[in-house]
């Protein structure tokens, strides 16, 4: 089981520019969550797909925008980027079916980008 | 609101002190809490959840609904125990709040 794989694992892009991350979830997951990690900070709540839909979102602009695909993998795409963008992002998956109490999520290694 | 607190950046300690790793929370409904931690170079694991009331590595933390805490404590810290830690609320929706991390270090 490779877990949550994530790519890439880096990335430089420009202020305006525009950035798609990739994420597959771990084995028998159907639910992949996004999450941006500032540098000292904890992970923050971008959004999460579920049956290929956005279920729920955070605080972040409409410049943050995701897909999942039917294999269940998902994609986080920033347009627009600024300068605080720069960040560690994390995809977490889970499975809707085994939600209940107690049931954490897995995290990938994360992609981190740094826009100048 | 939903909110985790973590008050301490930095934990420094000596090898077979105890450890207490303090976490606050808000939430309005039943919380369920956890513990992530990270090692260097590593991804962001779960360590331990309050639902299973376990011991996981010598750590255990017990949920004060009174105080609203989480704290995670260990009685004899081990140079390996030095990670950044986390501590998060599971709310609605299977959406985790975090907080912003204490990096625990252990001296030999």
């Known amino acids: 089981d490779a877990g949550v794989t994530q790519s890439p694992t880096h990335l430089i892009k420009t202020r305006g520019q525009q950035v798609t991350l990739r994420c597959s979830p771990k084995?028998?997951?159907?639910?992949v969550s996004w999450y941006q990690q500032a540098l000292g900070q904890g992970p923050q709540f971008i959004f999460q797909?579920?049956?290929?839909?956005?279920?729920q979102r955070g605080n972040f602009p409409d410049r943050f925008s995701g897909h999942q695909f039917p294999n269940y993998s998902s994609e986080l795409n920033v347009n627009a980027l600024l300068l605080g963008d720069s960040a560690l992002y994390l995809c977490?998956?889970?499975?809707?079916?085994?939600?209940?109490?107690?049931?954490?999520?897995?995290f990938g290694n994360g992609t981190r980008l740094t826009v100048t | 609101a939903q909110r985790v607190t973590q008050p301490e950046k930095l934990l420094s300690v000596f090898k077979g002190a105890p450890v207490e790793l303090k976490c606050n929370y808000s939430?309005?409904?039943?919380?369920?809490l956890f513990w992530y931690v990270q090692y260097s170079r590593q991804r962001l694991q779960l360590l331990l959840r309050?639902?299973s009331r376990e011991s996981i590595k010598g750590f255990t933390a017990d949920l004060n609904k009174g105080e609203t805490s989480f704290h995670l404590k260990k009685p004899f810290a081990q140079e390996e125990d030095s990670a950044m830690y986390y501590c998060?609320?599971?709310?609605?929706?299977?959406?985790?709040?975090f907080g912003s991390g204490t990096k625990l270090n252990v001296k030999p």
């Open positions: 977490a998956s889970s499975s809707r079916q085994g939600a209940g109490r107690g049931s954490p999520l897995h």
């Open positions: 084995s028998g997951h159907d639910t």
């Open positions: 797909y579920y049956e290929e839909e956005e279920r």
């Open positions: 939430y309005s409904g039943s919380p369920e």
């Open positions: 309050h639902i």
């Open positions: 998060a609320l599971k709310g609605n929706f299977n959406k985790f709040y």
